[in-house]
């Protein structure tokens, strides 16, 4: 992976879509966290799941339904959403989408 850091550059031309998946790219791992950028094809989605950790999402481009426990969310290019740890959410795409995902484990 090319280094990123102490240098500017484009979050949402960092990944392309690809038909009928969900692309990831994780941008910093670390102990006390991960900063990961996805690229959601419309209809794809992650199903319900927790986490240990607070996460916060952020929508870069087109929409996307997210689910914290049972409620559901839409959110467009530019929101973003903070998803409490140990709570139920899933993410669907509700037209090709790429999102942020910030997790702090500390």
Known sequence: MEKLTSQPFNLAG???YQDGSVVSRTLV????????????DKGEGLSEHTAPFDAMVQVLEGE????????????????MIIIPANEPHALRAVTKYKMLLVMVKS
């Open 14 to 16: 960092m990944l392309d």
């Open 29 to 40: 791992d670390r102990p006390q966290g991960t900063v990961t950028l996805f690229a959601f």
């Open 64 to 79: 996307a339904e997210i689910t914290i426990s049972g409620k559901g969310f839409e959110l467009s290019g530019g929101q």
